[in-house]
């Protein structure tokens, strides 16, 4: 790691110093990701001390932010892992979490990716389906070994988030009704090559309201009973991630109210709760630096052209997405509404609509906020652009965590099929 100095200057959101930020855009350049480890094992701590004297296995959400560093860190920190691919899984055993704290979800697994899993020896395989089901018995049975398994029960509750990260309406395609679960947990009860041991539920992403995971944790509290009542040992509650952060102005959940909705839920269960926050704990802890290209005026309408664009961090076009947006170079003048795009060839390649700036030259650096969580791990090589580099910042010193990939790294699948057809 290199030592930078932090002179007493104010910071921005997640105590990240100006002269930094500044320090790696010049020796890192731009477009960058940077991560401060410091706020990530704060954050981590926060949702921990929250369930503090019950039994609980906090795994960290890999989907939001799978770099092997990030994933090290919490690794340090005794966190487990939610996973959505095989790739996940591996990310996460070599970053240091053991097999036995990993859980695999996911609507969409295929026969290798459950067979490895499996082999693994990872905690459970959450269940989506019936098919999904009979098809772990049928790759345990072949493997003559036991599948630890959990479903996923969809409550039917609205999440009151963005469509496209509600999860637990009937309308979306993860979980299953809590009927269909029920008579799917007795057949895995039976089953010689299936143990259920677990529950699952996970209603959206980024909520902000804590009323519907309470009416989701009631719900699926009352169908362990009924299990626990059929002698089916149901050794864990998985409540899922989805706990929003400031972007904005949200008001968001607290973490020991959080807690405390679901032991009210959970009285008289001796449970050991499973928690999958992702977003919670990188989201503000990551900021995205982009350089200015140009500005432009165009019939009154102001745009400020940089460096980083939709495929760095498409949140903002995907969603409609807020960040805050930060210059990190003094500027005079009074500020103006601009928006802030790339290069990319699309009109939808923003990262920034309507956002107060001061006048901006070439060469200045903006912060864009609340990066950590689906920024890099949403990004794309479209138009051919390489993807970023990344760092960590962690007590005044910073370290690359990821270089900047190549066109070669680009073309390296590629360049030697080229061929006449």
């Not at 560093?69 to 240091?96: F, H, N, P, T, W």
């Not at 026969?111 to 009979?134: D, T, Y």
């Not at 995971?213 to 719900?219: F, G, R, V």
């Not at 952060?245 to 001796?270: H, K, M, V, W």
């Amino acid at each position: 790691m290199k030592n930078i100095l932090t002179p007493n200057i104010p910071t921005l959101q997640g105590n990240f110093d100006k002269n930094i930020l500044l320090q790696i855009a010049k020796e890192y350049q731009t477009p960058i990701f940077a991560y401060d480890f410091d706020k990530i094992e704060e954050y981590y701590h926060q949702f921990k001390s929250a369930f503090s004297g019950r039994k609980t296995l906090i795994c960290y959400a890999l989907k939001a932010n799978s770099n092997l560093s990030v994933v090290k860190k919490l690794a340090s920190l005794e966190s487990g892992a939610d996973c959505v691919s095989l790739g996940e899984i591996k990310r996460a055993i070599l970053a240091g979490i053991p097999p036995y704290k990993i859980i695999y979800s996911g609507v969409g697994k295929q026969e290798e990716e459950i067979k490895e899993a499996i082999k693994l020896g990872i905690l459970f395989i959450n269940i989506e389906s019936k098919a999904e089901l009979f098809k772990v018995e049928s790759i345990a049975k072949s493997l003559n070994t036991k599948a630890r398994i959990s479903i996923r029960v969809n409550p039917d509750i609205d999440p009151q988030t963005h469509p496209y990260i509600s999860t637990g309406l009937k309308e979306n395609k993860f979980g299953i009704e809590i009927q269909e679960a029920k008579s799917l947990y007795l057949h895995a009860h039976k089953s010689e090559f299936l143990e259920p041991i677990g529950i699952h539920f996970h209603i959206g992403s980024q909520l902000t309201k804590l009323q519907p995971i309470y009416e989701s944790a009631q719900k699926i509290a009352k169908l362990v009973h009924s299990l626990l009542a059929l002698k089916i040992d149901i050794k864990f509650f998985d409540i899922g991630g989805g706990l929003g952060i400031t972007y904005s102005d949200e008001t968001t959940i607290n973490p020991y109210d959080y807690a405390q909705s679901i032991l009210e839920c959970l009285r008289g269960l001796d449970l050991t709760i499973i928690c999958e926050p992702g977003r919670f704990i990188i989201g503000n802890a990551g900021v995205f630096l982009v350089k200015v290209l140009y500005e432009k005026i165009s019939q009154n309408k102001r745009f400020v052209i940089v460096d980083g664009a939709m495929n760095d961090l498409i949140r903002p076009s995907l969603y409609n997405a807020y960040h805050q947006i930060i210059p990190l170079t003094q500027s005079q003048g009074e500020k103006s509404p601009a928006d802030i795009v790339g290069p990319i060839c699309e009109s939808g390649d923003y990262l920034g609509k309507n956002i107060e700036l001061p006048p901006l030259k070439e060469g200045d650096v903006l912060a864009i906020l609340s990066s950590g969580a689906y920024g890099f791990s949403m990004s794309s090589n479209y138009n051919t652009r390489p993807r970023c580099a990344e760092v960590a910042i962690s007590q005044g010193k910073i370290k690359l965590i990821r270089k900047r990939e190549t066109f070669e790294d680009l073309i390296a699948l590629e360049k030697d099929l080229m061929g006449d057809f």
